[in-house]
């Protein structure tokens, strides 16, 4: 069973904003684990910076990490960020580490606000997705 930890969106600390949820219903039970991750989820007027949020979601990320041998970090639209953010971090933490390094199974970034416009990324199997984020 590999644990998948999720970032909502803004102004969802808690979970609660659709997307999140309607991802993690869809994962196989069988195999996944998942769980929001708590963290402030704020920015655009609804509290501290979105700069101090996506950092405290990155932090709340790397706490949930601790102890687990394999996980899967994943999140929608701020959560994206922050999520894509640790994944990045990660891999350049853990870069000439490779037991440690492959800890972090996979990345799950849903309205990623880091995707540039034409971005060529796709999930297998599909066309890629116009658009960005």
Known sequence: MIPVLMLPGSGHPNGGDGVTEDFMRHLDPSRFAPRIVSYPATGFGLGSTYASSRD???AA???A?????RFVVGGYSQGAVAAGD???QWLMRHEGDPAELHRLAGVALIADGRRP???????PGHPTAPGYG
């Open 56 to 58: 405290a979601g990155i």
């Open 61 to 63: 990320l790397h706490g």
């Open 65 to 69: 990490a601790q102890g687990l041998d």
């Open 86 to 88: 640790f994944a990045e």
């Open 117 to 123: 416009p034409g971005a060529l990324t796709s999930t």
